[in-house]
């Protein structure tokens, strides 16, 4: 009799148990950190605001930040898409731009106007409303070995010619084999599509004009990948198919002396792998990027993914609600210094607070962080395709971006395509993207 | 007709209405998630014809497709031949050479291409090691990613002719090759005239599934040529496809040129077909 007793209470538990659960409105986060502890962090977080909401679960999917517009447009296609995620830049404004989120203008205001980081006030807004707020920024650097640099007695590159002429003085053979590469960079597309914003900006250069065409055939672009073809010369020869942890890999473990386009997340590896006798900035230092003949200033790339909340989706104001708790700096913090070096504060007042501060790493590579802030106050940095912030106005960034036409450029001309004729090439296929999606007349 | 409609009904919702719906989209021009589509008519395959990318993703899929077929069935037949033979260790053996079509897809792809990285990677280790090589080939740049993602096919997908072909050489009267034995046929002769027509049928369907399978092959060439700009290298008609549909946001251009591969392969078949059965009657 006890026995049925406890199984039917046990039957009733369980089923009230599910019954709750069901009643629950799931909320499902997808963001670009993957670090463990960081997914750990937002977890943690997650269920300190469940606790004091049980109505609401919230789910945080980590999505590795080269397939992340892939998977977003996928879901989308598939009608299934999360309730918020990151996105880059140029997919929050192209998202916006077809309707597809909610404005976050309450989440924007819950961080007073001033408290924020002057260069991301602007980050993805779409007819007078903000449709993203970027979850923390980081700035591209240019990362090279003082040591190896100071032993062959060579100055830090500050042009493109010089990048070249360093890289190559630097490379060493050993019994006929290469066993250090001057300069390293990946070969992977979202990458190249950076570099190409990135280092136009540097040559002041443009992709588009004010009336939204490509510029693809103007001088600074054909510098640009004439600049890619002595790259190629320098670079280690797989450089097209090197990831981009491949690079931190190659940097950390002494097989390349410079890395153009690294990330505060690279101290990681560095400290990881790297021998602990030069795991420091002293030996791994961080320098200006360098300049083409037609520039004036440095650039870089801004690395700071909006979180977009999507239109239909039936927690949206929870994931904005959830958001708001996520930026209060009990939880900011802790999910800032879950990768110190790369996840900056988008918040001047944390930036300031002496228990940000109070990090080891933080104190360690601060020159890292400074080198970041630097860009930031200078304003010469841009998300990727980016090279002025009147082109977050155009929707279709993203669809460049995505058909690999750009990568097919460099890529064109590093195979020994003259520069003229890639960059003619490219600006075809890309006027006829866009006259086919009605953002170029014909 | 009751009897029958279940088998209707599975061959209708899974195999037609995708099929219809794909030639349906094709006529439109429809973006990838948007609802909102207009009527074009033939206006996406006029595109294709004059699409540069297009030519160029077919031709590296026949590439990609008749080098995979070709040395899947030589070293396939080959290898079915040494493992028919007897000799100790063979049931071992046998089981060994099925492991490659046995992993997943994404391990084999994770492990070769940390096998073949130039920097790090064990062939090029090897290689420079016993001297074959001065300088890391790098398999995974633009020079070589093809060569390299067809040498990983063949080796994940050789298994499948291996087995086919082993299984129908057990099947063969041993009393032909005794006789050809007794009129003085050499091992060359015995493998020609009698091996070769006993495996006729087998090879034909190993030939026309391979192709097929290798022709439309998504996974594997996906996985070997993403996160690298040299993955453009290996663009082939199906990356295409999905890259119209799904990074191009045209869905209506993307199913255009999934439907021109169905029926690239529709006519290949048919012409297959026609081939050996004009092949067949000659015999007979």
Redesign the interface.
């Known amino acids: 009799m006890i026995r049925r007793y406890m199984l039917v209470t046990a039957l009733v538990m369980a089923t009230a148990g599910a019954a709750g659960a069901a009643d629950k409105k799931v909320v499902r986060l997808w963001q670009t950190e993957t670090e463990p502890q960081t997914l750990a962090i937002l977890n943690q977080t997650a269920a300190a605001y469940e606790k004091t909401h049980p109505d609401v679960s919230i789910k945080v999917e980590g999505l590795a930040w080269?397939d992340l517009?892939?998977k977003l447009?996928?879901a989308?296609?598939a009608?299934a898409p999360p309730d918020a995620a990151h996105g880059q830049p140029i997919t929050c404004v192209s998202f916006a731009a077809?309707g597809l989120l909610r404005p976050v203008d309450d989440l924007a205001d819950s961080i007073p106007r001033d408290d924020l980081v002057d260069a991301f006030r602007n980050l993805c807004r779409w007819d007078g409303k903000t449709y993203g707020v970027g979850h923390s920024p980081a700035s591209s650097v240019f990362v090279y070995r003082k040591d190896l640099l100071a032993k062959k007695g060579l100055k830090v590159p500050r042009t493109w010619d010089d990048l070249v002429q360093v890289a190559d003085a630097l490379r060493e053979v050993k019994d006929?084999?290469?066993v250090r590469y001057g300069l390293t960079m990946t070969?992977?597309?979202l990458f190249?599509n950076i570099g190409v914003g990135e280092l136009l900006k540097t040559n002041g250069g443009r992709l588009f004009d004010a009336e939204g065409r490509p510029t693809l055939t103007e001088k600074p672009v054909i510098e640009l990948l004439d600049f890619y073809k002595k790259l190629n010369r320098v670079l280690?020869?797989?450089?097209?198919?090197?990831?981009?942890l491949?690079t931190f890999a190659?940097l950390a473990n002494g097989?390349a002396a410079m890395l153009y386009q690294a990330y505060g997340r690279g101290v990681g590896y560095i400290e990881k792998y790297a021998p602990k006798e030069i795991a420091d900035p002293e030996h791994f230092a961080v320098a200006d990027k360098v300049i083409g003949p037609s520039g004036k200033t440095p650039a870089a790339q801004l690395d700071c993914e909006p979180w977009m909340v999507f239109k239909d989706a039936k927690g949206a104001n929870e994931a904005v609600d959830f958001l708001k708790f996520f930026f209060k700096d009990e939880n900011y913090i802790p999910y800032l210094h879950s990768v110190p070096i790369h996840l900056l504060s988008i918040k001047k007042s944390t930036s300031r607070s002496p228990k940000y501060a109070d990090n080891a790493m933080i104190g360690k590579w601060r020159s890292w962080i400074d080198m970041q802030e630097k860009y930031f106050r200078n304003d010469w940095i841009k998300p990727v395709l980016v090279t002025d912030w009147d082109d977050m106005k155009k929707p279709y960034l993203l669809?460049v971006m995505?058909?690999?036409i750009l990568?097919?450029m460099?890529?064109d001309s590093?195979?020994g395509m003259p520069s003229a004729e890639a960059a003619a090439k490219a600006q075809k296929r890309v006027e006829e993207?866009l006259a086919?999606?009605g953002h170029l007349k014909k | 007709m009751l009897w029958i409609l279940p088998a209707l009904v599975l061959i209708g919702s899974l195999i037609l209405y995708p099929v219809g719906y794909a030639i349906w989209l094709s006529f439109l021009d429809k973006h990838?998630?948007?609802p909102a589509e207009r009527w074009v008519g033939l206006g996406n395959y006029l595109?294709i014809a004059w699409d540069v990318e297009f030519w160029d993703s077919l031709w590296k899929s026949v590439v990609y497709a008749a080098a995979t077929t070709g040395l899947q069935l030589v070293l396939g037949v080959a290898a079915a031949l040494v493992l028919h033979a007897t000799f100790r260790g063979r049931t071992v053996i046998r089981a060994l050479v099925l492991f490659p079509y046995m992993i997943p897809t994404i391990v084999a792809v994770i492990v070769w291409r940390w096998l073949l990285?130039?920097?790090y990677g064990v062939v090029d280790h090897l290689l420079?090691r016993v001297g074959l090589v001065?300088?890391?080939i790098?398999?995974?740049?633009?020079d070589h990613?093809m060569t390299s993602l067809i040498a990983v096919s063949v080796w994940q997908f050789t298994p499948f002719v291996i087995v086919s072909v082993l299984a129908r050489l057990q099947t063969i009267p041993l009393e032909l090759y005794e006789a050809a034995r007794v009129d003085g046929a050499a091992p060359w002769a015995r493998f020609r005239h009698i091996t070769l027509p006993q495996l006729r049928a087998v090879l034909f369907i190993v030939v026309l599934l391979r192709s097929i399978w290798m022709f439309t092959k998504f996974d594997t060439v996906w996985l070997w040529g993403e996160?690298?700009?040299?993955?453009?290298e290996i663009r082939t008609l199906p990356i295409y496809a999905y890259?119209r549909?799904?990074?191009?946001?045209?869905?209506g251009f993307g199913a255009a040129l999934a439907v021109i591969m169905f029926l690239l392969l529709m006519a290949a078949t048919l012409v297959y077909f026609r081939l050996y059965w004009r092949e067949e009657e000659a015999v007979a």
């Not at chain 1, 020869?237 to 090197?242: I, L, Q, Y």
């Open positions: 080269g517009e892939r447009t996928a989308l296609a009608g077809k006929g084999q290469v070969g992977q597309p190249i280690p020869p797989g450089w097209t198919g090197h990831a981009y491949d190659n097989k669809e995505g058909s690999g990568v097919d460099v890529l590093v195979k993207l086919s999606a | 990838s998630f948007f595109k990285n130039e920097t420079l001065r300088e890391p790098v398999w995974l740049g633009v990613m996160g690298a700009g040299a993955g453009r890259m549909t799904f990074t191009y946001y045209q869905a």
